[in-house]
């Protein structure tokens, strides 16, 4: 059974402090994703990375910043929270095949709180 | 923005009846996507459909796409009360990097 995982399924933090949200995929992936989902705006991209080491901003980077140095894990560090940073996190891991599927696999999310 | 719009953003029907939600994108697009979010939970893959392909079928859902009008829409069929979820289009618009919608949030009830 596939599967994607992430860290914590809640998290509460302060404004200011340095967060880590980690994310493992045990499907040997060579593409992982970071989306923000919130209320009205659907899933937006924060970064992707397509290979270890290798990352590329999406749509929304800023205040944020991602680190690779395995191929199972991802993961998502916001270097100074704050509050407009309260939002689902959602981890998403591909296969990267030319003319093949590309589905995304999904964590289940970490509800983050800044406070 | 490229993003997939769906449409509506809520749907409310009975068990047994079809229900049928729409998606509408902005640029070309490599395939389209659906999935399903139950709530406060992560996606789950429904189907996947190719920029040269018109229709596809995965038991009770049925996917369309019009590349003339830049849109989607996806029909379940007898629904059921475990269909209630959220559910996204989303368009590979970049090898591999995909927009998604803001969801049609389908309530099926019993």
């Known amino acids: 059974d596939v599967k994607v995982t992430q860290s914590s399924r809640y998290l509460v933090k302060r404004t200011g402090e340095k967060v880590f949200l980690e994310c493992v995929q045990d499907?040997?992936?060579?593409?992982m994703f970071w989306y923000r989902q919130d209320p009205g705006l659907g899933l937006r991209l924060i970064y992707f990375s397509y290979d270890v080491k290798m990352k590329e901003k999406g749509d929304i980077p800023e205040g944020y910043s991602v680190s690779r140095e395995k191929k199972e894990r991802f993961s998502l560090i916001l270097e100074s929270a704050s509050t407009n940073q309260t939002s689902m996190y959602l981890c998403?891991?591909?296969?990267?095949?030319?003319?093949?599927?590309?589905?995304?696999?999904f964590g289940p999310g970490t509800r983050l709180t800044v406070t | 923005s490229q993003q997939g719009e769906e449409d509506p953003q809520a749907l409310s029907i009975q068990e047994g009846e079809n229900a049928t939600m729409n998606c509408s994108y902005k640029t070309s697009i490599n395939n389209l996507q659906w999935y399903r979010q139950n709530s406060g939970r992560g996606l789950v893959h429904l189907i996947l459909i190719r920029s040269n392909e018109r229709e596809k079928h995965s038991g009770r859902l049925r996917v369309t796409l019009d590349t003339s009008k830049k849109s989607s829409s996806l029909l379940i069929t007898a629904s059921r009360a475990a269909d209630t979820a959220s559910y996204f289009c989303?368009?590979?618009?970049?090898?591999?990097?995909?927009?998604f919608g803001s969801g049609t949030k389908l309530n099926v009830k019993p």
């Open positions: 998403a891991s591909s296969s990267r095949q030319v003319g093949g599927l590309y589905e995304q696999y």
């Open positions: 989303a368009t590979e618009y970049n090898f591999n990097k995909f927009y």
């Open positions: 499907m040997d992936h060579e593409n």
